[in-house]
């Protein structure tokens, strides 16, 4: 979602979160953009199903109904799969974001960035052939993802060396796989909640040399096995961005991967023992989330909100938000950057909110751990989260 390279929180409070300067227009053409025939990964779950064909037919109010009671459905069937042999979360990189995205309408602190923390989940389970099999989860590039038009946008004009001191960077994805203990050719499967701000193409590789990163060869994968995990409607939406979405994707940098290293989903699908993929859009067309059974229980992981208490509100002391919710009778505070679909987004966070177990921490909050998490800062006052996973570790 947020890889931007960030701004000072003087020359922010100057900017706030405004572009400085236009994005670039739109391809005349739709781009062409490789949209492999979709593929059988893991089992199919078909419980959830039916909520996509009701927000079509019946509009979201019937849908969120059907989604409480199907993930309910979906929870308990999930459980009963199995558990991953391990899960880690790993930090990447805490960063800027604009406060009125992130809380949408919620907040009362007129700071116009909070700050938030990327991270990388490492999980590993063994297929019923006995095979091992490792996804990551959101390894965001940062470096080429800054120049996501959005935030390429805001950071143009605002000196680099002032920028980086808003920004914490702690270690790269190879990096942190290595200190895992993971070879990056052992890496199956690689898969982002959606493609905002995404640029994969020092992950897994491209066909053709690449004028900005590799002038002369094809960009050489980090992860010379790994296949990207997608939704086929994400991919399909990329080669022909609406104007609400277009500053937040990358779609020239997805032209010339290999499509032998798209695993294209459409769907929700079941990869291995308490390991899931099921769709939650709204935020974005393909947007989907990671579902988890661990020792504590089923977990949800995703950009949907950006804070556990964003998905009950009622307990947030994030001045404004309780208030906010209780005033309009909203039970979910949404990561509100793009609000492409804003309904079917709150939908799925219901989804979401359903499925989970509560934390062991704090049985008041769900484990609900979003992959972008809000981090307390001295630099955005009225904005320091009430609660935090801060990391999983299941396994290990
Ligand atoms: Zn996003």
């Not at 199956?188 to 590789?205: E, K, P």
């Not at 992959?371 to 996973?389: D, K, M, N, Q, R």
Request: proline letters at 9%; glycine letters at 6%; one cysteine or more.
């Amino acid at each position: 979602m947020a890889h931007v390279r960030a701004a000072p929180l003087d020359a922010l409070k100057k900017l706030g979160p405004r572009s400085s300067s236009m994005v670039t227009p739109p391809p005349a053409e739709p781009l062409e953009i490789p949209v492999p025939t979709t593929t059988d990964l893991g089992a199919e779950i078909s419980t959830l199903d039916v909520i996509h064909g009701i927000d079509h037919s019946e509009g979201p109010g019937a849908a969120l109904r059907t989604a409480r009671l199907r993930a309910a459905d979906f929870r308990h069937e999930f459980a009963q799969t199995g558990k991953p042999t391990a899960v880690s979360t790993h930090d990447l990189v805490t960063l800027p974001y604009p406060t009125k995205f992130g809380l949408w309408r919620a907040p009362a602190s007129p700071t116009p960035f909070l700050f938030i923390t990327n991270r990388l989940v490492i999980v590993r389970w063994t297929d019923s052939d006995g095979q091992q099999r490792i996804l990551l989860w959101e390894p965001s590039d940062a470096e080429l993802d800054a120049n996501t038009p959005y935030f390429a946008s805001i950071s143009r004009g605002i000196p680099e060396r002032v920028q980086n001191l808003a920004v914490k960077r702690y270690a790269t994805v190879i990096e942190r796989v290595r200190e895992a203990g993971i070879d990056p050719a052992d890496v199956d499967y690689l898969a982002f909640d959606h493609l905002h701000t995404q640029d994969v193409r020092r992950l897994i590789g491209t066909t053709r040399p690449q004028a900005d990163i590799s002038p002369d060869f094809p960009v050489e994968a980090a992860f010379p096995n790994a296949r990207l995990v997608v939704q086929r409607h994400e991919l399909v939406a990329m080669r022909d961005l609406h104007p609400i979405q277009r500053p937040w994707y990358q779609p020239e940098t997805f032209v010339d991967i290999n499509p032998d290293r798209l695993l294209v989903i459409d769907g929700d699908r079941l990869l291995g023992p308490g390991v899931a993929i099921v769709r939650t859009p709204g935020h974005a067309t393909g947007n989907q989330t990671l579902v988890l059974n661990t020792d504590s229980g089923v977990w949800a992981l995703s950009e949907n909100v950006i804070a556990t208490e964003c998905l009950t509100p009622e307990l947030s002391k994030i001045p404004g938000v309780s208030s906010w919710a209780k005033h309009w009778g909203q039970e979910i505070v949404l990561n509100a950057n793009t609000i492409e679909s804003t309904a079917t987004q709150y939908n799925f966070c219901i989804l979401e909110k359903t499925l989970v177990d509560r934390s062991a921490t704090d049985e008041r909050f769900l484990q609900f751990f979003p992959t972008s998490e809000l981090t307390s800062s001295v630099l955005s006052p009225g904005t320091a989260p009430t609660f935090t996973h801060g990391s999983i570790r299941h396994g290990i």
